[in-house]
């Protein structure tokens, strides 16, 4: 199944700022589900019920990379510069197929 989402960006600046270890993206898969079924890596997302590896668009893999770019690089006190480049994240179209 394909699908088009925006990550909140509430969800990236709690991944980015370490407050969560659940990626925005995994967030949403598994939002639904009382077992995670899905964990979200750079260039693939993992089907737990399936066993697969599945492979994912370029906009899911700039997605992840921005967004790893952002937790590596993160420093307190935060400034207005990560909030903007959250935001500006929370607008990117990913698409997915799960």
């Known amino acids: 199944m394909k699908l088009s ?9 709690d991944y980015v700022s370490g407050a969560t270890v659940a990626d925005p ?23 737990y019920k399936s066993k697969k590896f599945i492979l994912q668009s370029e906009s899911f893999k700039k997605f992840q990379k921005k967004l790893t770019l952002l937790r590596r690089n ?13 935001v500006e994240l929370s607008n990117v179209i990913i698409d997915i197929t799960i």
Do not use: G, W
């Open 5 to 13: 989402m925006k990550a909140p960006t509430q969800h990236i600046f």
């Open 74 to 86: 993160f420093k307190t006190p935060i400034n207005e510069s990560l909030i903007d480049e959250c």
């Open 25 to 47: 993206v995994e967030r949403h898969l598994n939002n639904t589900s009382i077992v995670d079924r899905y964990e979200v890596f750079e260039d693939s997302i993992y089907d």
